[in-house]
């Protein structure tokens, strides 16, 4: 079965789709923001990474800045109809043009939906600016003060009425962010949440909206698991790791011979803490995992922060059907605000193969304004349908949590 047959199937449903998104989104949180990396193969599409603090609004088009703004406006006077000031609290990547950029743009886009916007850390408060693609961005002086009782992120000695994350903490909550002022929460960060969580929530929707549509749950989501406790340093761990791959990669091959997909399954290894791009690998085999040198082996083991890792999700890859004319892969990359998918963007990486991971320097990225004719088909259907329900799924993830 190929999803791009039943694109007629899923708007015939769309009303329905609608409704039962209204009724899911009363029972969580939203998450103020959100992205997700897409993969179409045309017999699956689903979401295969889902970042609560993105970094990529510098790849937005212009065009999409309104409609994200108005959201931003939305879900803020929803959560707080005094709200005039919002400050944005990034992470420490000075020398990152390209998040800088993101910065830039996300601070424009909250003073477009009407807000006072400041920017900056305790931590880059003596740096002044920081050196974005378009030129610096000014940094606000951040002070920490206890008011009652409590830290508080303080500028010009007065307290903001609302912190915009953009801070994945992987090394743990830091000082003033413990007030309830904070979205995303901080118990979202990547010391408490993990991967498999937000695929626990997902895989519930996904059967719910598979039902909804006559599908199979499958044509939506990854095939995943969570291998436990794994000291890779050690070559017990590495044996019984790579057994589980095996024993993984046969049920995801009697499947595709089930269904007639004739390609070799490839599965991802990645830290179940985030990863920033760190810490996954890919393999077709145990013994292909039992063969790597220790290099790519520690980078497994090491995640942002040099925190060390021990719980891998391991996931099916899903190759991308969406190709340039020279052949090069190409990801959807959907950015949401207030739990609708707002704008879209397509990750390009001609150095890698329709299978690997294109997260990675030779990447590059176009706007759905620029290339949507080309590579945007699904980009309001079956893409959107994913990213939210991905999203229903991260606000699960906080209720989770103990919301």
């Keep these: ?21 209204n009724v899911k989104r009363s029972e969580i949180p939203i998450p103020i923001y959100g992205s997700v990396d897409v993969r179409d193969a045309g017999w699956k599409i689903a979401v295969v990474d889902a970042n609560h603090f993105p970094a990529g609004f510098n790849n937005v088009a212009s065009e999409d800045e309104e409609h994200l703004a108005a959201l931003l406006k939305n879900h803020i006077n929803r959560r707080d109809d005094t709200c005039k000031w919002v400050h944005l609290y990034p992470e420490s990547h000075t020398r990152n043009a390209a998040y800088v950029e993101n910065l830039t743009t996300l601070q424009r886009l909250i003073e477009k939906a009407g807000f006072r916007c400041t920017v900056g850390s305790p931590e880059l408060s003596e740096h002044g600016s920081i050196d974005g693609l378009s030129g610096p961005l000014k940094l606000d002086v951040v002070k920490l003060e206890e008011i009652e009782g409590q830290e508080n992120i303080v500028i010009d000695g007065l307290s903001p009425d609302l912190i915009l994350l953009n801070n994945d903490l992987t090394e743990g909550i830091v ?13 979202m960060g990547w010391h408490t949440r993990k991967k498999s969580h937000h ?19 499958w044509n939506l989501i990854t095939d995943w698991f969570v291998s436990k406790d794994k000291c890779l340093d050690r070559e017990s761990c590495r044996i019984e790791l790579a057994a589980e791959v095996d024993e993984f990669i046969r049920k995801i091959k009697q499947k595709y011979t089930a269904i007639g997909i004739d390609r070799e399954p490839v599965v991802f290894i990645k830290n179940d803490s985030g990863t920033y791009g760190l810490g996954i690998l890919s393999v077709r085999s145990g013994e292909e995992l039992l063969s790597l040198s220790n290099r790519k082996m520690k980078k497994l083991m090491y995640s942002k922060g040099g925190v060390d890792v021990e719980n891998f999700l391991i996931q099916e890859g899903v190759p991308t059907r969406l190709k340039t004319d020279s052949d090069g892969p190409v990801e959807p990359v959907v950015y949401l605000v207030d739990g609708q998918a707002a704008s879209w963007f397509y990750r390009i990486n001609e150095k890698k193969s329709d ?18 004719h080309l590579y945007g088909e699904n980009a309001h259907g079956w893409h959107a349908l994913v990213a939210e329900l991905s999203m229903l799924a991260m606000g699960r993830e906080f209720s989770n949590y103990g919301h």
């Design 1 to 21: 079965m190929n999803l791009n047959d039943l694109n007629e199937l899923l708007e015939s449903k769309r009303q329905e789709i609608t409704d039962w998104m």
């Design 175 to 187: 000082p003033g962010l413990g007030t309830g002022r904070v979205s995303p929460p901080p118990v």
């Design 199 to 217: 695929y626990e929530a997902l895989s519930e929707y996904v059967e719910e909206i598979a039902k909804l549509l006559g599908i199979e749950s």
């Design 355 to 372: 299978i690997e991971n294109l997260n990675s320097p030779s990447a590059s990225f176009e706007s759905y304004a620029d290339v949507g």
